[in-house]
């Protein structure tokens, strides 16, 4: 690793934080030290050339989820291989780059970068693009395997789809596709395998995608503005500002939202609809941020997303991040810790980083309750969110720099720059300073930049 890296470099084991799935579902995101993720991140670049290319965007996820129709066949099998980045061999993994690629002290340093901060032979970071390109190295080789055994095979990610001409070549297809993904280190996710008949598979995707049709063009219709000549006899219709048309949408669609999926259970006969929501939610949050004026409505609608749609917590977050005026987005988060709601320890790092970093956050007459809840993410498990709730106790004078030395002690190097900064904001003596600053060049930048942007 030194001959390319430069100099010596010890990358640090990785740390986990679960975040949301849908349907109650936990994936583990992990959280690398800068170092390591800079150097992950130009090992992949530099094999990037030779390797398959991504893209997974939605026109490609539209795209692979109508593959199927396009051959012929009675049965469509759609299935996925469980927690796929979780369980990529490195052996595997470093086999096909060296074929692909060639170049030995890259692809060996690479390997030895993940077995270090993996502590095991297999699996890379969920979240990452330069993940993404590795994984699909390996997806990409298992692909071309089940086309040589005679499998009509589309694939997106780790998502894979087969056309079947007749029920026992889908119990074949099934039976290989199991195989190969063992023989490939993975495994084939049984919960999620379903065989369907061709029509009903085609009528499944065109529910989909009219039911989101539908929500788009309703927003439209009722937002066309009629004009009235009080000088004339005449009246006519305007066609509706474009922004403005995609705004009403997607407040109509996260109020929908709240109609079918804001509580625990979703009705059965809704299901489908609650699914093709999902769908749109991301985009509505993101047109809705754009948005000058916040809508008390709407941030209930959000506050319920954060118990019942978990893992659009980040995309919540953002919203909040970006409204001009804290004072409604508090309001909102006060109802929710009433309500006793259970936030893990990811959702509470999301939200410190959206609401809690604000200076009204600690002031008002339930500032305890909030500052008490932050206190309690010191407890997390996790040492990135536990570093992270100490920074914002320090943003708000709720800590001091000897409680956060005892922290900095009992962590680990990729959680240590958020409690150099937290440090810093408590303008401690020089010698504390030093202390946290002079074995570290990165320490001395965090500390120098939150020192001076306080």
């Known amino acids: 690793m030194q001959q390319v890296v430069g100099g010596r470099f010890l990358p640090s084991v990785e740390e986990t934080v679960v975040a949301s799935k849908i349907n109650h579902g936990v994936r583990p995101v992990a959280i690398w030290d800068m170092p390591t993720r800079v150097l992950y991140g130009a090992l992949a670049m530099r094999l990037e050339p030779s390797l398959p290319s991504v893209d997974r ?24 291989i469980a927690s796929c980045y979780q369980y990529i061999d490195h052996n595997i993994l470093m086999d096909e780059l060296l074929v692909q690629v060639g170049e030995h ?12 901060t993996q502590g095991r032979t297999y699996g890379i970071p969920q979240q990452s693009a330069a993940s993404d390109l590795l994984a699909e190295v390996v997806l990409d080789r298992l692909e071309r395997v089940l086309v040589r055994r005679g499998i009509q095979a ?3 990610n780790d998502d894979f789809r087969f056309t079947c001409r007749s029920w026992s070549d ?13 023989r490939h280190g993975l495994t084939m996710n049984d919960l999620k395998t379903l065989t369907w008949k061709r029509a009903t598979y ?6 989909a995608e009219d039911l989101r049709e539908e929500i788009a063009a309703d927003a439209q219709y009722d937002l066309t503005l009629f004009e009235y000549d009080p000088y004339g006899d005449e009246t006519g219709s305007q066609p509706p500002d474009p922004t403005d048309v995609d705004r009403e949408a997607a407040a109509r669609i996260i109020e929908r939202w709240a109609k079918v999926g804001g509580r625990s259970q979703v009705a059965t006969r809704r299901v489908k ?14 047109t809705l941020e754009t948005e000058p004026t916040t809508d008390p409505e709407t941030l209930n609608h959000l506050m319920r997303m954060l ?4 893992q659009m917590t980040p995309a919540v977050c953002r919203y909040l991040a970006e409204r001009a005026d804290p004072a409604p987005v508090i309001a909102a988060f006060d109802k929710l810790l009433t309500s006793r709601a259970y936030l893990n320890e990811w959702q509470c790092w999301w939200l410190q980083s959206a609401i809690a970093s604000n200076p009204a956050f600690g002031i008002g007459e339930r500032a305890n309750r909030r500052i008490q809840w932050v206190h309690a993410a010191l407890g997390a498990q996790a040492p990135t969110p536990r570093a992270h709730a100490a920074l914002t106790l320090a943003r708000h004078g709720q800590i001091n720099a000897d409680e956060l030395l005892r922290l900095y002690d009992r962590t680990g190097v990729t959680a240590r720059p958020l409690l150099v900064a937290a440090i810093a904001l408590t303008k401690p003596s020089t010698r504390i300073t030093k202390a946290v600053t002079q074995d570290n060049p990165l320490h001395r930048w965090v500390y120098e930049w939150a020192h001076t942007s306080a």
């Open 154 to 156: 589309a694939r997106y």
């Open 105 to 116: 002290a890259t692809v060996n340093t690479l390997g030895e970068l993940l077995s270090t």
């Open 202 to 207: 085609q009528r499944s995707l065109d529910e």
């Open 273 to 286: 609809e609650h699914r093709a929501l999902l769908e749109l939610l991301p985009s509505a949050l993101a």
């Open 57 to 80: 965007g939605q026109a490609q996820w539209a795209a692979f989820k109508r593959a199927p129709l396009d051959h012929d066949g009675s049965y469509i099998i759609a299935t996925d």
């Open 307 to 310: 118990r019942f749609a978990r």
């Open 170 to 182: 889908a119990v074949r297809a099934i039976e290989v596709f199991s195989e190969e993904t063992r």
